[in-house]
T-cell receptor, first 117, second 113 residues
Framework: GAVVSQHPSWVICKSGTSVKIECRSL??????MFWYRQFPKQSLMLMAT?????????EQGVEKDKFLINHASLTLSTLTVTSAHPEDSSFYIC?????????????FGPGTRLTVT | TQLLEQSPQFLSIQEGENLTVYCNSS?????LQWYRQEPGEGPVLLVT?????EVKKLKRLTFQFGDARKDSSLHITAAQPGDTGLYLC?????????????FGRGTQLTVWP
């Protein structure tokens, strides 16, 4: 159980275009999902918290107009990188929070490698 | 500044050796999770510790949560090349967004045959 999928697994786009990344929890419902960015050989950097039915909460320094997040259902959150530039090239990973008896656990998708040319 | 200080950042050892990775903080966590990540993939949850002083074992991996719930360690016995990867500790704090985790910087482990 607790499987999270992400699509696409990699994408190459031209500078100025927009790219949408989907994150789905396959076998559980997730009120809260998270979007991270990861640079090579570094830890995860939280970009935003996606809440079903409400606006996302962005971390300091993350442009909400550039990284649009929509959490339309309990199993799907999307991240749209608008007007992408080469500096947006990175590994983007989503996770979904699953409640347990006393805590929540995050389960991660396989990631999306974005390359902007 | 990092809420969770993870050390060492890099570890390169021979097959069969033992190792310990540490995560320390001045903050109290309601739970702490350990993940392992391979290149080009998402992190995979190894274990969650919740109770102060808790010890959990997963084959050759032993996880411990400090009594005060401010620190944790991961000990690997007789490391194997298949243990190679990025190990991440992550803690949850009371009062934070439900499910939100604070990650350490990670430990890149390489085990040579």
């Amino acid at each position: 159980g607790a499987v999270v999928s992400q699509h696409p697994s990699w994408v190459i786009c031209k500078s100025g275009t927009s790219v949408k990344i989907e994150c789905r929890s396959l076998d559980f419902q997730a009120t809260t999902m998270f979007w991270y960015r990861q640079f090579p050989k570094q830890s995860l950097m939280l970009m935003a918290t996606s809440n079903e039915g409400s606006k996302a909460t962005y971390e300091q320094g993350v442009e909400k107009d550039k990284f649009l997040i929509n959490h339309a259902s309990l199993t799907l959150s999307t991240l749209t990188v608008t007007s992408a530039h080469p500096e947006d090239s990175s590994f983007y990973i989503c996770s979904a929070a699953q409640p347990r008896d006393t805590h929540y656990e995050q389960y991660f998708g396989p990631g999306t490698r974005l390359t902007v040319t | 500044t990092q809420l969770l200080e993870q050390s060492p950042q890099f570890l390169s050892i021979q097959e069969g050796e033992n190792l310990t990775v540490y995560c320390n903080s001045s903050s109290v966590f309601s739970s702490l999770q350990w993940y392992r990540q391979e290149p080009g993939e998402g992190p995979v949850l190894l274990v969650t510790v919740v109770t102060g002083g808790e010890v959990k074992k997963l084959k050759r991996l032993t996880f411990q949560f400090g009594d005060a719930r401010k620190d944790s360690s991961l000990h690997i016995t007789a490391a194997q090349p298949g243990d190679t990867g990025l190990y991440l500790c992550a803690g949850a704090r009371r009062g934070s967004t439900l499910g939100r985790l604070y990650f350490g910087r990670g430990t890149q482990l390489t085990v040579w045959p």
